[in-house]
């Protein structure tokens, strides 16, 4: 697996495990935004290591949109898609809610930390899928 790869995949772990306490925490937006940033990240691994055109996008649609172009698919329905890109910019200033209709709460940071899972799950399987067996 490519240094660069690697890399993203540290800091998605990261973003997971920061989402996972920030909501032990009670620290919901933290939550929210970390998630988002891990399934972006986890994301961004595959992209990379399939040397596909890198765009620097927030939106979890638009990078699964890449991997799909190259029959890269990764099973993330429109509901957690639309879930993960309504959280980017909310989570991080307090102008907005974390969502559109609603206050972040415990539930919503359940759901979004279970995608971030699932995406780490798929896009680490398809990176070991892609590797050479030694």
Not at 80 to 86: G, I, N, P, R, V
Request: aromatic share 6%; charged share 25%.
């Amino acid at each position: 697996m490519k240094d660069e790869t690697l890399i993203w995949l540290s800091y998605a772990d990261e973003n997971l495990d920061v989402a996972e306490l920030a909501l032990e925490h009670g620290h919901l937006n933290a939550c929210l935004q970390n998630a988002q940033q891990a399934v972006e990240k986890y994301l961004k691994a595959v992209i990379v290591e399939r040397d596909l055109e890198f765009r620097r996008t927030h939106s979890i649609r638009e990078l699964l949109g890449l991997l799909a172009a190259k029959d890269i698919a990764l099973s993330v329905s429109e509901d957690e898609m639309d879930l993960m890109d309504s959280i980017y910019v909310p989570s991080k200033y307090p102008v907005y809610s974390a969502l559109p209709q609603a206050l972040p709460d415990p539930g919503i940071c359940r759901e979004a930390l279970s995608i971030a899972q699932k995406v780490k799950h798929l896009a680490t399987g398809i990176l070991k899928a892609a590797q050479p067996e030694e």
